[in-house]
Structures are given as C-alpha cells and as structure tokens.
DNA sequence: GTTAGCACTCTATGACGCTGAGTGCTAACG
DNA sequence: CGTTAGCACTCAGCGTCATAGAGTGCTAAC
C-alpha cells in the first residue's frame, strides 16, 4: 500500500481542518465539507490506509483522526500551498519599518511585534551574531578619574558599549594611545579569529607603558565577554496560552521556562538553522522535550549575503503552517532589507 | 461587639493556617492545631463574630473560612511577628553582591533572582529613576563620518548611551565644543529642571555654528526619551505558576499580561509608593482590576537618603508576609548598600 | 461564658446510564 | 474490484444521583 492521490486529498482534508478546528475530523466531517465525490465508508478506509501509513492516529478508538508528526511533515513538503500576503498585511508590515529605522534594537522588536500579531504565535528573534562581524574601530572614552567606556563597533554597524575601571593616572592620552594598538591590532578580526597569541603580542606592546597593561586586559576581557551579548527578542509570548493545546498549567510551566532561559532557547535555535530559505521543524525534530507539541518555523535574515540572525514563529505543531510560513519569508526578507539598509548608511 | 484578645488569636491562626494550606480553615482545625485551651464550638462563635466584623469570610456555607483583604490588613498590621533571616540565608545574599558589583545592570537582576528564590513568588524592581538624579557629564565621541555617540554620566553614576547621526562635516572638534556648552548648561541639573527656556538658551548659543545647529537638538531630544528608560526588572514571573490560585489559565493571562506591559507594571508601582520602609498593599489597594487577587510588598532603595527605586515582591493575597516583608527589608538594605558603594566609586 | 450534641447545608466524589460521534466490518451494488 | 449502505460496537463526555465528609449554627446543659 502506498500514497496516492486520493489519499492525498484525504490527508489534505484532515490536516486543514484539525488546523482550524483543533478537533479530531472523521470520515462524515470530510465527506460534508470538502468535496471529493465519495461517501464517507470510503473515506473510512483511506483512513485506516493511512493511519497504518503512519500520517495519522486516533487519539482514541471512537475518535477522529488527528495528524502525526509525520503527517504535518508531509503536509509542509508536498501538500500545503503556500498563500500570499494581502495587500493590506503587505501595507502594514512596510508601515512598521517606517519609523526608528536607526537603531537595531527598535527594528528587531518591531519586526517580533509584528510577526506575532501577524501570527498568533510567539515570534523569535536572534539579534545579529556578533561572531560574523569584525571589530571596525574601538574607542576608549575616559568619563572621570577612575571611570572609562569602552566602544567597540562592528563592520556590521553593530555597536557596544561597557563600563570599566581605570587607575587613577590613566588620561585621555593614555587610553587612545591603547586604542590605537587595538584598532591596529584588532581591525578587522573576528572575536573568532582573536587568539591567544595576539593578545599577549598586545600584551608585550602595552607592556612598554606598565601601568595601563591592567587595563589593556581589562578592555579585551570585556570585549570577549560583550561577544556573547546576541540578545534573544521574543514577542508574543502570552499569545501560546491562547491555544487550546495549553489550557494545561503545566505545559504552560514547562514551555514558558524553556522561553524564559536564554541559553536554552539559544542553543534550542542554533540546533536547528535553516539554512538558505524558510525552514520548518515539527516536534521532536527540535531536541528539547518541552517543545516536543511545538513546531517552529524560521528563517536566517542576511546582510551582504551573510546570515546575521535567525527569525522564527514557535506555536503548537497544529499551526498554519503555510500562512506563517508566508509570512516569516516576508518578514524575514525585509528584514534583511531593513539592516542592510541600516548598515550601508554606518560604514 | 469588637475585637478582643482571643479573637485576635483566632484571626491570627487562620491566617497561619490558610497562608500554608491554602484551604479555607473551620473550627476543629484550629482547635486542633492551635492551642487555644476551647472547644470548636467557642471558637466558632468567635468565627461567626469575626465574620460580622469583616475579617473573615466564607466561601460556601459548609465550609471553612479564609481571611478577608481586611483579615489581611489587620494581621499585617497587628498579628504579625516579624521573621528573622536566618545566617544560612543572611550569607547566600551576602554571597550573592560579592560578584558582579560594576554593574548597575547585574546587581539589579541579581537582587531580582535572589528575591524571587527567597520568597518564591515574582520580584518586580525599577531601576534607578533618572529623574532623581542630576546631569554630571556629557560626552560626544565621533565613530565614523556620520556616526556619533552620545554618553550621558548622572551624578548616581547611571550611564546611559545612544547612537545618533550627525553631518559629514562635523568633526571631533566641533563636537567636544557641543559638549562643553551642553555641561556647562546643564551640569548640575535634573531632567525635571531641563525647562523649555533654558533649550532655547542652548539653542541661540549653538546658532553662532549654524551646521551643527540640528545636532545639538538632536542630542538634547535623545536625552529626553532616554530619560523613560528606566526599566523594570521582573525576577520569577513563573513561581506564580506554582500557587493553586492561579491553576486558572484565564487569571494567569490576566495577569501575566499586566506584567508584560512596562507602562502598566510602572504605573502601578508609582502608585503605590512605600514611602519609608516596606509597605504591604493587599488585593484592590492597589488600582488594578488584574492584581485584585494579589498582594505586592514594597520599599524603596536609597542613595544619599534619596530613594532611587522601588523593589518589590508580588505574590497572591495569600502570602506569608511575615517572611516577605523580611526578606525585601533585608533586600532592600542590602541593595542600597551596594548602590552606595557603587556610586561613591565613580563620583 | 463554654461546650456537647445534633440537625442541617453544601461540596466533592464516584457510580451509573445515556447520547452521539466515530469506527470497522460485511455484504451488496455497479 | 472499487465503492458504499448498513449495522454493531466502542468510548469520551455529560448529566443525574446518591453518598461521604467537612463544616456550620443552634440549643440546651454544664
């Protein structure tokens, strides 16, 4: 036995509407409401064919079938038709970008607000990996006595900035000249391509001045450890409760702590990168057990071709997975548009 | 009829006992836990006097009682014996401001997590209010031909930075002329000082450079929105998930939603100011429909004898305030403390 | 004033049976 | 031989009902 067209349409049927229903579908619902010209008891039987198929179970015996995993995964890569965005969504979403195109955070939360409006689920947004970009220029800025900034922006325009102490004899003088060190040694690198054997040739460099060799560390120190700063944005969080498969507290519990640890859900993206394109990952095909009835769909957003971030929708498997696929390819094009746009005009 | 000594005692042990149980608590319970040398009949008859005064009341006729938001009051006010920490506790706090003591930033999120494992339930802290805190320095520092910084020092030692564009033409030099009349203008003063007039001043000075004369507005407007910047740190959103009153998906959404909106969360701890010391505001004390189940505990954090923040904790009206407040006092000292050393560091 | 006793109330719980949705099987049909 | 009508069967969900248990309020006795 094996896949064929009507069984196809069945499929079909029972996955377009368990999306909208959230109800298990039997043979006389589909028969009713979508038109393939048999009867029911024929119906029952692509049914059974394709539960032993493995794209549906029941979750109990005088129950409708629901789709497996399995079945949604079929559905994404050969069933669904991917829908367009209106005119009006079209519109709103240009809208968005209109306003406080200068600063990344403000982009990057617009972006999430409005891919979780858009979806009804929560949105995921990795702010730009600071990793793919290298250092352009790092100033040091002396604020008092003992207090001093360290700037370092990034060729992707990205920017950070940090406290830190000096010792009190240390001037303005001082700390461009270790600027000048860094730019000339750092310019350009990666904090990949930062190895330990530059930065105790920085380290011999600053010797020559003993009494800021401290802060040099200091500054590189607080460098690496910015570098770890790639923020997780998340919007929407509360639209999961709003589905039915969460009306239980503790898979409320459970996922919400997952969303609520950075690390996790980090490591839970970075697990899974699409690639080029839209990716979608259904249940179990994520690792981590509190999502085991979630499904994400995501996408890596770009500048000057490289991937800088990752976009994503988290929503329970049974979401509409071509209308939130529409939509995170469109965000996450312009998206992409948006901080290229952004990053031309800082370099 | 009003409130005698043994009333007290039969308050104050319903209390107890509902904070620990959550279930509405009868006669033969307390007869049998608390010894109070009556019978359940006697204290019945205390229970029906407490019920006429308002303390307590009963949520169906056959069962227990539990106490009212007016039972909570009385014993916050008068029942209640204050709980000590005990050394083990005293010494993980301690611990905790050991690390970690340049930033402003950790040591606000650390207090937040140690507050909410303590008590719990959620910890809800503002950050140093800005307003309160007077210009000390501005920085201008030029990143790239059309990129600069603007770094503004409060006399707290807050720090904040932003980004903003300026014109291809201005160079380091005009800019470092920018900031000197910036801090010579405002030097001194709060953001509530910062009057329309003394704008204007700054403005017809800077007329003399016409060039960079949208600059200085631009800086000066930055300045004002960072001035809302004070954001609110919550510690332990889930632990509310744990208590039985909010096994209601519907209450937890109600309320979760109050917490996701910064606006709302801040109004609502400006209203409800503690003043000097730890301040209880129990269920509709405070403004919001969403917290009418909820109780929060509240002080404020000083620097100079100047309060600064709010740091609170926010749990069911069923809390054991006796531990909280003891808990966010010793917080709240702790904190202050640290802020203190903070800031004396960098002034 | 206190307490034992008792009737009363009301929730929670579990058993029971019914209903309706849905299936799987079989036999008849074209 | 695929399709379908018919039918027996299954099972979750729901309402009903009775029971148990916790707790009260009242009364009368101490």
Chains 1, 2 share one sequence.
Not at 2 to 24: C, G, H, S, W, Y
Not at 293 to 301: D, I, K, Q
Request: aromatic letters at 6%; hydrophobic letters at 40%; glycine letters at 6%.
């Amino acid at each position: 036995m094996t896949m064929d067209a009507r069984k196809q349409q069945v499929l079909l049927a029972i996955i377009t509407d368990f999306i909208t229903t959230a109800e298990p579908v039997g043979s006389r619902t589909i028969a009713r409401r979508y038109e393939l010209g048999v009867s029911p008891a024929t119906i029952r039987n692509e049914m059974s064919d394709l539960e032993e198929l493995g794209y549906i179970e029941q979750p109990h015996t005088s129950a409708g079938r629901i789709p497996s995993q399995m079945g949604y995964r079929y559905y994404v890569d050969f069933l669904m038709e991917k829908k367009k965005l209106s005119l009006f969504e079209v519109n709103k979403v240009n809208k968005g970008y209109e306003n406080k195109v200068n600063q990344i955070g403000e982009v990057i939360s617009n972006t999430g607000d409005m891919l979780s409006k858009m979806t009804q689920f929560t949105a995921v947004i990795m702010t730009p990996r600071i990793e793919m970009s290298s250092f352009k220029q790092i100033k040091l800025v002396l604020l008092s006595v003992k207090q001093a900034m360290v700037i370092v922006v990034m060729n992707t325009g990205a920017l950070q900035s940090n406290l830190i102490e000096v010792p009190e004899d240390v001037n303005q003088v001082d700390l461009d000249m270790i600027s000048n060190v860094l730019n000339a040694k750092l310019g350009g690198l990666t904090f990949e391509n930062i190895k330990a054997t530059l930065l105790r040739e920085i380290y011999s460099e600053m010797s020559r001045h003993k009494n800021i060799l401290d802060l040099s560390i200091d500054v590189i120190e607080k460098g690496m450890t910015l570098n770890r700063e790639d923020k997780i944005y998340l919007g929407g969080v509360l639209n999961i409760l709003n589905q039915p498969e969460f009306h239980n507290i503790e898979k409320v519990k459970t996922l919400l702590s997952l969303l609520e640890q950075e690390d996790m859900l980090r490591n839970l993206l970075e697990n899974s990168d699409p690639g080029e394109g839209v990716a979608v990952r259904i249940g179990s095909e994520m690792e981590r057990e509190e999502v085991r009835e979630c499904s994400m769909v995501l996408a890596n957003y770009h500048v000057d071709g490289q991937p800088i971030g990752t976009i994503g929708v988290l929503g329970p498997t049974r979401m509409d997975y071509a209308w939130v696929i529409s939509v995170v390819e469109y965000m996450t094009k312009n998206l992409s548009v948006t901080m290229e746009k952004m990053f031309k005009g800082w370099r």
